[in-house]
């Protein structure tokens, strides 16, 4: 089992920033991939980024060049830097990790921290 907790989030005005973190705990040590996901209200759920234990990133197109993806393997956290916010980012983001597939585990999902972006 993995525990995962969130922290950051909130609202703040278009153009501004926020900091997400996520801490796994528990079974951790096949964990490969951690990132992030969003789901607005009535939409999907879609990627906004991953970052694997290799540290190979991937965004989402929407936040490409905006957001920042970070890892530090030794806390076993996952950091996300927003910035240049805009109102289409409001969601829901939910910390994600996945374990290698040898391990044979499923993934894991965090409770999900609300992101608002209004003027």
């Known amino acids: 089992q993995v525990q995962l907790v969130e922290s950051g989030g909130g609202s703040v005005q278009p153009g501004g920033s926020l900091r997400l973190s996520c801490r796994a705990s528990?079974?951790?040590?096949?964990?490969?991939?951690m990132g992030w996901y969003r789901q607005a209200p009535g939409k999907e759920r879609e990627l906004v980024a991953t970052?694997?234990?290799?540290?190979?990133?991937e965004y989402g197109e929407a936040v490409k060049g905006r957001f920042t993806i970070t890892r530090d393997n030794g806390r076993m956290s996952v950091d996300l830097q927003m910035n240049r916010l805009k109102p289409d980012d409001t969601a829901v983001y939910l910390c994600?990790?996945?374990?290698?597939?040898?391990?044979?585990?499923?993934?894991?999902w965090g409770q999900g921290t609300q992101v608002t972006v209004s003027p």
């Open positions: 994600h990790v996945k374990n290698f597939q040898w391990s044979g585990l499923p993934d894991y």
């Open positions: 528990g079974e951790v040590f096949t964990i490969n991939t």
């Open positions: 970052i694997t234990n290799s540290r190979d990133t």
